[in-house]
């Protein structure tokens, strides 16, 4: 079976940092690009951040440029969010996706053939 797990969420304060993990099961993630994904409650899912196959290209959303930091590491079959400066808008069910094709349609989910189930992160003191 085809699956992809977020993991990492959590409740952390305003300017804390979180690490959310996309771990790939039944399926290699050496030839797929990521995305992650936010939702939060009465608003559309909206692009964060992805990264190529290879890690050698990334893209981010303007509001989390320069706090977010996406890697990947094809032998653990794993991709990273690494999320410092965490605001309280930040809040959300963060989802990772897994896509054959990488290009500046980063950011639309229709491009993504497997999605993980959801981890929420939530930013509150």
């Known amino acids: 079976q085809l699956q992809l797990v977020e993991s990492g969420g959590g409740l952390v304060q305003p300017g804390g940092s979180l690490r959310l993990s996309c771990a790939a099961s039944?399926?290699?993630?050496?030839?797929?690009?990521i995305g992650w994904f936010r939702q939060a409650p009465g608003k559309e899912r909206e692009g964060v951040s992805c990264i190529s196959s290879t890690g050698g290209s990334t893209n981010y959303a303007d509001s989390v440029k320069g706090r977010f930091t996406i890697s990947r590491d094809n032998a653990k079959n794993t991709v990273y969010l690494q999320m410092n400066s965490l605001k309280p808008e930040d809040t959300a069910v963060y989802y990772c996706?897994?896509?054959?094709?990488?290009?500046?349609?980063?950011?639309?989910?229709?491009?993504?053939?497997?999605w993980g189930q959801g981890t929420q992160v939530t930013v509150s003191s």
């Open positions: 039944g399926f290699t993630l050496d030839y797929y690009a």
């Open positions: 996706a897994a896509s054959q094709v990488y290009g500046s349609a980063c950011f639309w989910p229709g491009l993504y053939d497997y």
